[in-house]
């Protein structure tokens, strides 16, 4: 079956397992829900760990990451304004479309289709054999900036949400802290780095945010939420190569030690289940009065235009790369998973319910399941152009 089928079977079961464990007792619960978190967030940071040390940044020409960066925040925004769109003039009777209410409802909730899931992007292309590829580097780029552009972009919409606050200038500080250091002391810092190290590193970066989160939830409104996915990047990226390793060469992906190699494949494999297990549950029963099929057909759409806004990458890139390219780089966006479920999340813990809630998590749970299928489209895009050798 291969990697890519066994991960795609694990977000199943995981997905399937969220479903039942609003059934537990609350107390086991809200338990429950504290440890799933803490292991998806350590999965996750030892992902971007690894991802930030195959990271390859020419400081000589930071330009070129200016304008990843807008490409990355388009695609994050195309999503994100035709899903809040969808849930205002469709889902919405026709009475409330001036409402101001409705529509940062549907701002904050329509975020959740903005992020690619960084972890699960690339466990999957690596799993399909296409880490040493064009498209693997320029996802990895794009995936990462437009995570980071849906954090961002969280804190105005907090800001609409809850006013202005200074634990929100807080963050900010913080990520731009956290970019400097990436910047800075690239490659340059010397600290064990096999598979058990950074394991460590990504519990506790994991256990440090939560720490914060949860203590900051006792003194404030708006809790602190220092995301993982950005410092475990950054701390990548800052980890000097391995001894030996050729500067610009893969450090996890390509050529690598088979215990390094396995342990990485048992983790991401992990990862795929608690990813699916850290969507919220969903509340079919009370949806539009039970109408199943147009439950479904909301689903459909919404997912067929949070995808279709992923792809403004295939109309740039023209000089450095095939048209196969750059839509297999779309299309490998599409994955969402751990960020944009945090969003929903998000959306929950503001009071926010209903139907739209209901049909950004299955719009959600649905492009987890197509994840396998994305993939094996980006896959079958390229082949073509490894076989000959083709470039753009």
């Not at 930071?62 to 925004?77: F, I, L, M, N, S």
């Amino acid at each position: 079956m291969g990697k890519l089928g066994l991960y795609s079977l694990l977000l199943i079961a995981g997905l399937t397992g969220s479903q039942f464990l609003n059934l537990l007792p609350p107390g086991i619960y809200r338990v429950t829900d504290l440890v799933l978190t803490f292991f998806t967030m350590t999965g996750l940071a030892f992902i971007m760990i690894q991802v930030g040390r195959e990271f390859q940044i020419d400081k000589k020409n930071p330009r070129q990451y200016g304008w990843d960066y807008v490409v990355a925040a388009t695609a994050a925004a195309f999503p994100w304004i035709l899903c809040t769109l969808y849930f205002v003039f469709v889902m919405a009777p026709r009475a409330d479309w001036g409402n101001r209410d409705l529509w940062m409802e549907a701002l904050l909730v329509g975020r959740f289709a903005s992020p690619t899931s960084a972890g699960v992007l690339f466990s999957m292309l690596a799993a399909a054999g296409l880490a040493s590829t064009w498209v693997f580097r320029k996802a990895r780029v794009l995936a990462i900036f437009d995570d980071l552009d849906t954090v961002l972009l969280m804190i105005p919409l907090k800001m609409a949400m809850v006013g202005l606050r200074w634990e929100l200038g807080l963050i900010v500080a913080i990520i731009t802290v956290q970019l400097g250091c990436a910047w800075h002391f690239l490659r340059r810092l010397r600290i064990p780095s096999t598979w058990p190290w950074v394991l460590a590193y990504g519990a506790g970066l994991a256990l440090v945010s939560e720490i914060i989160y949860h203590s900051s939830q006792e003194i404030s409104k708006v809790p602190i939420h220092i995301e993982v996915l950005l410092p475990a990047f950054v701390l990548g990226c800052m980890m000097a190569p391995t001894e030996g390793h050729k500067e610009g060469a893969p450090e996890v992906h390509g050529n690598h030690d088979p215990g390094e190699e396995r342990a990485s494949t048992v983790i991401s494999a992990c990862f795929m289940v608690l990813v699916g297990l850290s969507l919220p549950p969903l509340e079919l029963g009370e949806t539009m009065g039970g109408a199943w099929v147009f439950l479904g057909l909301h689903v459909l759409l919404v997912t067929l235009l949070s995808n279709l806004g992923k792809m403004f990458p295939a109309f740039c890139y023209r000089k450095e790369a095939h048209l196969r390219e750059r839509l297999a780089v779309s299309v490998g966006m599409f994955p969402r998973g751990e960020v944009g479920a945090g969003v929903l999340i998000l959306s929950l813990s503001y009071g926010i319910s209903g139907s739209i809630v209901t049909v950004g998590s299955l719009s959600l749970a649905l492009n987890l399941l197509l994840t396998g299928f994305f993939i094996a489209v980006v896959r079958w895009l390229i082949a073509p152009l490894h076989a000959t050798g083709a470039k753009g």
